[in-house]
């Protein structure tokens, strides 16, 4: 599956983006969305993931607390809303896919399919 990340940009801390993941080539039905992000010189790390029911895991209750993942499964796309934005938000985000059912999935090496990355940048 062809993956197509936007919505990145700058924002000022406490405020929204909104990201946005338009798959191809496949239906999703079988796959498991997830948002990853890498900050400059860290290693990529797992931000939350949605399954084909709506079942959803976040990296941290504050992460939850924060964004909101989902999915149009008629559209083929995955949007991670985040609010209260913080600088450590800062990163490239990277939507991602994997063939399954389960949410448990939160290691970059799970997910076969990549999308670009877009970066957001939240100023202080």
């Known amino acids: 599956v062809q993956l197509q990340a936007s919505g990145g940009g700058l924002a000022q801390a406490g405020g929204s983006l909104r990201l946005s993941c338009a798959a191809s080539?496949?239906?999703?039905?079988?796959?498991?969305m997830g948002w990853f992000r890498q900050a400059p010189g860290k290693e990529r790390e797992f931000v939350a993931a949605?399954?084909?029911?709506?079942?959803?895991?976040f990296r941290t209750p504050s992460m939850q607390g924060r964004m909101t993942i989902s999915r149009d499964n008629a559209k083929n796309t995955v949007t991670l809303q985040m609010n209260s934005l913080k600088p450590e938000d800062t990163a490239v985000y990277y939507c991602?896919?994997?063939?399954?059912?389960?949410?448990?999935?939160?290691?970059?090496?799970?997910?076969?399919?990549w999308g670009q990355g877009t970066l957001v940048t939240v100023s202080s």
């Open positions: 949605i399954n084909w029911t709506g079942g959803r895991a």
């Open positions: 080539g496949r239906t999703l039905s079988d796959y498991v």
């Open positions: 991602a896919a994997r063939v399954g059912h389960r949410v448990g999935y939160e290691r970059a090496n799970e997910y076969s399919d």
